[in-house]
């Protein structure tokens, strides 16, 4: 089953690693990410995924 991911990842696992903190303001992939809404990614992958099966990981 496809998994859908409700909101950016503020921290990464129970370490309290904020990703926000630790990438550079001026990084292109943060202007990308303004710039490109990646929501298309799920129609565009669905039918590769099944429907019984453990939730994957968000595909964009």
């Given at each position: 089953?496809?998994?859908?991911?409700?909101?950016?990842?503020?921290s990464?696992?129970?370490?309290?690693?904020?990703?926000?903190?630790?990438?550079?303001?001026?990084?292109?992939?943060?202007?990308?990410?303004?710039?490109?809404?990646f929501?298309?990614?799920?129609?565009?992958?669905?039918?590769?995924?099944?429907?019984?099966?453990?939730?994957?990981?968000?595909?964009?």
């Open positions: 089953m496809m998994g859908v991911q409700q909101e950016q990842q503020g990464l696992f129970s370490m309290g690693i904020n990703l926000d903190k630790r990438i550079r303001k001026d990084h292109p992939l943060r202007k990308i990410t303004e710039l490109i809404d929501n298309f990614v799920y129609a565009e992958v669905r039918e590769h995924y099944g429907s019984t099966s453990n939730v994957s990981v968000p595909p964009p």
